[in-house]
């Protein structure tokens, strides 16, 4: 089946810096990718859309200015939690379709990366 | 506003018996929905699905069942294995994915 990456798996930051977590497809080409996100005990929550090339758009609620998107190429799209503060750790998803469908089953999710700002 | 919603936030079951998880969603025009297990620090993986043109899909072990009258489903996994201890996450496709909250499932020997 198709895998996605993500990179780094844990990282902690002191607060006021910058992260970026990478996403791959490393089989498939990936128009189209999630970044979601998941307190403890909680639902995923979808943060944005990441379509190649284009602009991510972003979910009610979600700093685009803080957590920003890049989609530079169809196997790669970048988390950055610029400014990060504590209340920012979490556990960061991100998943990637292998179609061009608007959303399918066919959506393949990476391992996570879990954040801890200190 | 929790539009899919799975009300027990926990199971133990005994191995080899039956796990029922239940998700219970608000929104009508849902029609498809999915179930997805989900271990510790990692993403988590497709399960089984269903369209809303259907009440029932069996793959394995596993079977989901839809009752759209009662904006229900559940899945069925039976016999439950100690290797199906997870989290399991109900969602609901809208133009993109809405996960419920999740279930943990044990399964004990």
């Known amino acids: 089946g198709a895998v996605v990456s993500q990179h780094p798996s844990w990282v902690i930051c002191k607060s006021g810096t910058s992260v970026k977590i990478e996403c791959r497809s490393l089989?498939?080409?990936?128009?189209?990718m999630f970044w979601y996100r998941q307190f403890p005990k909680q639902s995923l929550m979808l943060m944005a859309t990441?379509?190649?090339?284009?602009?991510?758009?972003?979910e009610q609620g979600v700093e685009k200015d803080k957590f920003l998107i890049n989609h530079a190429s169809l196997t790669l799209s970048t988390l950055t939690v610029t400014s990060a503060h504590p209340e920012d750790s979490s556990f960061y998803i991100c998943?990637?379709?292998?179609?061009?469908?608007?959303?399918?089953?066919?959506?393949?999710f990476g391992p996570g990366t879990r954040l801890t700002v200190t | 506003d929790q539009q899919v919603k799975q009300n027990s936030p926990s199971l133990s079951v005994q191995e080899g018996r039956i796990s029922i998880l239940n998700c219970d969603y608000t929104?009508?025009?849902?029609?498809?929905f999915l179930w997805y297990k989900k271990y510790p620090a990692e993403g988590p993986t497709f399960l089984i699905s269903?369209?809303?043109?259907?009440d029932k899909n069996e793959d394995g072990r596993f079977t989901v069942f839809l009752n759209k009258s009662a904006k229900h489903l559940s899945l069925h996994i039976v016999p439950s294995q100690p290797g199906d201890s997870a989290v399991y996450f109900c969602?609901?496709?809208?133009?993109?994915?809405?996960f419920g909250t999740g279930t943990r499932l044990q399964v004990f020997p």
């Open positions: 269903i369209s809303s043109i259907k």
């Open positions: 998943s990637a379709l292998t179609s061009t469908e608007p959303v399918t089953t066919e959506q393949y």
């Open positions: 089989d498939f080409q990936a128009t189209t």
């Open positions: 929104n009508s025009m849902f029609d498809y």
């Open positions: 990441s379509n190649e090339g284009s602009k991510a758009t972003y």
């Open positions: 969602a609901a496709i809208d133009d993109k994915l809405i």
